[in-house]
């Protein structure tokens, strides 16, 4: 027994045995009325528990999936919809009209004067137009013998009692900036389903609606109490647009760019608002999720950027960034790769001009400096160089010089190979797809930490890949036995790829070498599987094989209505004996 035991027991032993019998009897006396609850929770080790927790974690798994997808769905209709309305903008007929009802002398004023005819046009549309709470209905009065097409009916009433909703009257405005000859583009913000909502969104959507419930019949039709600015009386009469103060509150989702001297300024015609982003992006709902810009020439680009400052405010509000942009390449086919890459770069020059951020979180997102720290697994910068400044002793490089690293498989999948003698740079440890017999031979030293783990490269360290010549007849291969035919240029020279059903087995009869193309991998419980799509053969052995393999699909069709004969056969006797089989049973 160590010293300190022995100090507590002496103090116990000097210890009076009266006052320690008193102060005993003292507090049994004081806990008789008192109750003592003892809760025992689950057993950490139960199954029940752990059952119960891998339905929780399945049934939350689910969820964010649908979640995901809800936020999926509702991001193409409106990105649908934004092309929808970029095309009216583009409408001859709306141009034509739109001028019909535009002064003449501004008409004829110089073009060489942006500003000045963007302030005339702003100012004349804001006197002249009036913000409607509603949109017009396309059942409402109709006019027989009106020219115009059915779908721009509703912009022809738009224009005639010059009243509409804001992004009727965002839309009209681009379609005079267009017709009078300015480069343009359609801005909007898309507003889809959250993807996680927060403990305190979800209270203020309780209080929101139970407001509501409470403030139900004094509120005029179509009116809030958060914008009362929009209804003059209890009639729901228009406001001209020249009376909406900047500094009142309103959710306007679509304004317009406009391009001066090599800048895209910002127009909120609604508002009055002229190249003030912060003003435009506390005008749309909240939070803002994606805003996107559309040209006159149908190219869609993400300048969510350009109004955002901090962007790790929105980067967990929004979905994968690659599928967001081949979704919008889908719905906005002219965009190309460079014209994202052109307003990435708009958007870098743009921070860069604010300066580093003092804190790790407001350079987490950054579109143009970036720290080792935020740096995903398979991300290195190269070079290391220019240090562009510290924060808290960490060094600042530019974004530009984030490279991602990639397997030799992705590389060969791009149509890229490792170049010999290249060292990786980091190596990615696979926690998936290692069979236990692979596990037992690593402990036993017979297989190497190497052949589990996936050596990463950088593309400077890769090459374009040279497809190989056949020779003698024969197809080069890769060391399974396959052709690698990821890309079409990937194809060896003097060989024709052939997609055919059933060619190997003839190429096999006929003694021609036909090895089978891999076009793609498929992932299956975190093991690739190779997905082969026809068979390479040599040129010269192509007409060769096709005749012998139609010859082939003859004899296979023939065969097939043969058999087909016989079977039809045998149901009719069946058919004939069952019949006769009924009339003897009857007799």
């Avoid at 929808?84 to 903008?89: E, S, Y």
């Avoid at 509603?134 to 224009?159: F, N, Q, R």
């Avoid at 290391?384 to 999948?413: A, D, I, M």
């Amino acid at each position: 027994m160590d010293d300190s035991s022995d100090d507590d027991l002496e103090d116990v032993e000097d210890l009076d045995p009266h006052i320690a019998a008193q102060h005993l009897h003292t507090r049994t006396s004081a806990g008789k009325n008192q109750e003592i609850h003892i809760t025992l929770g689950p057993l950490e080790n139960s199954n029940e528990a752990k059952e119960q927790q891998r339905i929780k974690k399945a049934i939350d798994s689910q969820k964010r999936k649908e979640a995901i997808d809800l936020h999926k769905y509702q991001l193409q209709i409106l990105a649908a919809s934004l092309f929808q309305l970029n095309r009216i903008c583009n409408d001859d007929i709306l141009q034509g009209l739109i001028l019909s009802v535009y002064p003449d002398s501004f008409i004829t004023e110089k073009k060489k004067d942006a500003v000045g005819a963007i302030k005339n046009k702003l100012r004349w549309f804001r006197e002249s137009f009036y913000h409607a709470i509603e949109e017009y209905s396309e059942t409402g009065e109709e006019d027989e013998s009106d020219p115009l097409p059915p779908h721009l009916s509703i912009w022809g009433k738009v224009l005639k009692h010059r009243k509409g909703t804001v992004p009727q009257l965002a839309t009209l405005f681009t379609t005079l900036c267009r017709a009078y000859g300015l480069e343009t583009r359609l801005v909007c913000s898309l507003q889809p389903c959250r993807l996680k909502k927060s403990k305190k969104r979800k209270l203020e959507d309780t209080k929101l609606t139970n407001t509501n419930k409470k403030s139900k019949g004094n509120i005029g039709k179509g009116a809030t109490k958060e914008d009362p600015i929009l209804i003059e009386d209890d009639e729901s009469t228009p406001c001209l647009l020249s009376q909406l103060l900047p500094s009142i509150p309103a959710e306007t989702n679509v304004w317009t760019e406009i391009k001066i001297k090599d800048n895209w300024r910002c127009v909120d015609c609604v508002r009055g608002i002229v190249d003030q982003p912060e003003l435009c992006l506390g005008n749309a709902t909240q939070p803002v999720q994606y805003v996107l810009a559309v040209s006159e020439d149908m190219k869609v680009f993400e300048v969510t950027g350009r109004y955002i400052q901090e962007w790790r405010s929105v980067a967990s509000l929004r979905v994968d960034e690659t599928w967001w942009r081949e979704t919008l390449r889908i719905y906005f086919p002219n965009t190309l790769s460079e014209d994202f890459d052109t307003e990435d770069k708009n958007l870098a020059d743009m921070a860069i001009k604010q300066g580093i951020p003092a804190s790790f979180g407001a350079l987490k997102q950054n579109k143009a400096f970036v720290l080792e720290r935020h740096l995903l697994k398979n991300q290195i910068i190269h070079p290391k160089e220019p240090v562009l400044g510290f924060v808290k002793s960490e060094p600042v490089y530019p974004r530009k010089n984030v490279c991602t690293l990639h397997s030799r498989v992705y590389w060969l999948k791009k149509g890229r190979i490792v170049k010999e003698g290249e060292v990786s740079l980091l190596k990615k440890i696979r926690k998936t797809g290692c069979k236990i017999d692979q596990m037992i031979n690593l402990d036993s030293g017979s297989l190497s930490p190497e052949d589990i783990n996936t050596k990463l490269f950088g593309e400077w360290q890769t090459e374009q890949y040279t497809a190989k010549a056949t020779k003698n007849g024969q197809v080069p291969v890769n060391e399974y036995g396959s052709v690698d035919l990821f890309q079409p240029f990937m194809l060896p020279k003097g060989s024709v790829h052939l997609q055919h059903p059933g060619l190997g087995k003839v190429a096999a009869e006929l003694g021609i070498h036909a090895p089978k193309a891999i076009v793609a991998f498929e992932f299956r419980m975190g093991v690739a599987t190779p997905v082969h799509n026809g068979v390479v053969v040599c040129q010269e052995s192509e007409d060769i094989l096709i005749d012998a393999w139609r010859e082939h699909q003859k004899i296979a069709d023939d065969q097939k209505e043969k058999e087909k004969k016989i079977v039809i056969w045998r149901h009719w006797r069946l058919l004939l004996q069952k019949l006769l089989t009924r009339e003897l049973v009857r007799s």
